[in-house]
């Protein structure tokens, strides 16, 4: 089953609006003959993609492991339990049930009434691979919007960013390697209105000279394949193989522009290529309802087809989010030896996260990674629900 959650990590994101799931199918013997990833919607699930590999041989004898219970709708595709009994496999094995509408887990039993054998492995041991995997798809239709990661880099000491103006460069290369990858893999990034006014990013997945290495420092080897596999991903969008992958989309929150702003900031997002949105921020509306604003922009995100999403934020936005309880997850760099006086003669701009730190996990949250890079400590925190 790890063997088949490591497979769901090509997934993860690529497969978006549906949940990212993996297989492997394994002889009598304990030979793994084949192993599936769930392709971009409208393509293979993980179950035919792993079956499709192996159409002259015989299965009566076979297991295939799979970390979601198997379809037993017809969608974009027909179902998985049908691919699983035309080729009479003996045995699946399954990690996590399915309880989604399409599915309500009928297919347990279905597959029992073709004579399949069913084993169910306790979800739990596999965690941090289904909070990375499946749970986004889950998370989604559960809440009706995105699972939402905030990410920032603050100083030593806290801060996010100068009482005025923009921050400037906080955290080294190697973040800004991890930062291309989690864009990656959340397949949509949302700059809010300070960064798109003050920094006006780009937000495209630009990975450096660190494509290697990210085993050491305290990841996990799981988390570690995950981000490696952003960048097979990003080199699969160069070489133009767009039907296998969901390329990476920007997001804009911003104030309304004068018609010639407009118009630069469009040329200048359309020549970077790849899909964009924009949002419009009227201050006036949001400060009277941020939370309700924010929802209906999620949601708007979700009905494009985005499971999650990354957002970079400075101190005020990232605030609001999280006292709103916006914020599924947070990732951060931490600067070593750059302190807000260092960098702005000044103590610079922090939030109720980023000023906690020092004494430990902040309430609500939990570490999931943490890691050394040559110039930063990098945290991975979800929230706990």
């Given at each position: 089953?790890?063997?088949?959650?490591?497979?769901?990590?090509?997934?993860?994101?690529?497969?978006?609006?549906?949940?990212?799931?993996?297989?492997?199918?394994?002889?009598?013997?304990?030979?793994?003959?084949?192993?599936?990833?769930?392709?971009?919607?409208?393509?293979?699930?993980?179950?035919?993609?792993?079956?499709?590999?192996?159409?002259?041989?015989?299965?009566?004898?076979?297991?295939?492991?799979?970390?979601?219970?198997?379809?037993?709708?017809?969608?974009?595709?027909?179902?998985?339990?049908?691919?699983?009994?035309?080729?009479?496999?003996?045995?699946?094995?399954?990690?996590?049930?399915?309880?989604?509408a399409e599915v309500m887990g009928r297919s347990v039993q279905l597959l029992e009434s073709k004579g399949i054998s069913v084993s169910l492995l306790?979800?739990?041991?596999?965690?941090?691979?289904?909070?990375?995997?499946?749970?986004?798809?889950?998370?989604?239709?559960?809440?009706?919007?995105?699972?939402?990661?905030?990410?920032?880099?603050?100083?030593?000491?806290?801060?996010?960013?100068?009482?005025?103006?923009?921050?400037?460069?906080?955290?080294?290369?190697?973040?800004?390697?991890?930062?291309?990858?989690?864009?990656?893999?959340?397949?949509?990034?949302?700059?809010?209105?300070?960064?798109?006014?003050?920094?006006a990013p780009r937000l495209t997945v630009r990975f450096g000279q660190f494509e290697q290495g990210f085993a050491y420092g305290g990841l996990s080897?799981?988390?570690?394949?995950?981000?490696?596999?952003?960048?097979?991903?990003?080199?699969?969008?160069?070489?133009?193989?767009?039907?296998?992958?969901?390329?990476?989309?920007?997001?804009?929150?911003?104030?309304?522009?004068?018609?010639?702003?407009?118009?630069?900031?469009?040329?200048?997002?359309?020549?970077?290529?790849?899909?964009?949105?924009?949002?419009?921020?009227?201050?006036?509306?949001?400060?009277?309802?941020?939370?309700?604003?924010?929802?209906?922009?999620?949601?708007?995100?979700?009905?494009?087809?985005?499971?999650?999403?990354?957002?970079?934020?400075?101190?005020?936005?990232?605030?609001?989010?999280?006292?709103?309880?916006?914020?599924?997850?947070?990732?951060?760099?931490?600067?070593?030896?750059?302190?807000?006086?260092?960098?702005?003669?000044?103590?610079?701009?922090?939030?109720?996260?980023?000023?906690?730190?020092?004494?430990?996990?902040?309430?609500?949250?939990?570490?999931?990674?943490?890691?050394?890079?040559?110039?930063?400590?990098?945290?991975?925190?979800?929230?706990?629900?």
């Amino acid at each position: 089953m790890r063997q088949a959650y490591q497979a769901a990590i090509r997934a993860v994101g690529n497969s978006d609006p549906n949940p990212a799931v993996g297989a492997v199918v394994v002889s009598q013997d304990g030979e793994i003959l084949a192993r599936g990833t769930t392709q971009r919607a409208g393509y293979a699930h993980a179950e035919r993609h792993a079956l499709q590999q192996l159409t002259s041989r015989d299965l009566s004898a076979a297991t295939i492991y799979v970390t979601l219970e198997p379809c037993c709708h017809h969608g974009r595709t027909p179902p998985c339990v049908d691919a699983i009994a035309e080729k009479q496999l003996a045995r699946v094995v399954i990690s996590e049930r399915d309880f989604a509408a399409e599915v309500m887990g009928r297919s347990v039993q279905l597959l029992e009434s073709k004579g399949i054998s069913v084993s169910l492995l306790e979800p739990e041991n596999f965690d941090k691979e289904a909070w990375f995997t499946t749970d986004p798809f889950f998370f989604a239709r559960q809440y009706n919007r995105p699972r939402v990661t905030l990410k920032w880099a603050q100083t030593s000491d806290g801060a996010l960013a100068p009482s005025v103006g923009p921050s400037g460069p906080i955290s080294g290369a190697q973040a800004a390697f991890m930062t291309a990858a989690l864009r990656n893999l959340h397949k949509c990034t949302l700059a809010t209105p300070g960064a798109v006014k003050h920094d006006a990013p780009r937000l495209t997945v630009r990975f450096g000279q660190f494509e290697q290495g990210f085993a050491y420092g305290g990841l996990s080897s799981f988390f570690s394949e995950l981000i490696a596999a952003q960048v097979s991903g990003a080199s699969m969008a160069q070489q133009g193989e767009q039907t296998q992958y969901k390329m990476p989309a920007r997001a804009f929150l911003a104030a309304p522009q004068n018609p010639i702003e407009r118009g630069e900031f469009y040329a200048r997002q359309t020549s970077l290529g790849g899909e964009f949105h924009t949002f419009a921020y009227l201050s006036a509306e949001w400060r009277g309802d941020f939370a309700g604003r924010m929802k209906f922009m999620l949601e708007e995100i979700n009905r494009k087809g985005y499971n999650s999403i990354l957002i970079e934020a400075g101190p005020g936005f990232s605030e609001l989010l999280l006292q709103h309880d916006l914020v599924d997850a947070v990732a951060v760099y931490r600067a070593r030896g750059k302190t807000a006086h260092q960098l702005w003669g000044e103590p610079g701009r922090r939030n109720s996260f980023s000023a906690a730190l020092d004494q430990g996990t902040p309430a609500g949250f939990e570490l999931l990674e943490q890691a050394g890079f040559s110039e930063d400590d990098f945290y991975f925190f979800r929230r706990v629900r």
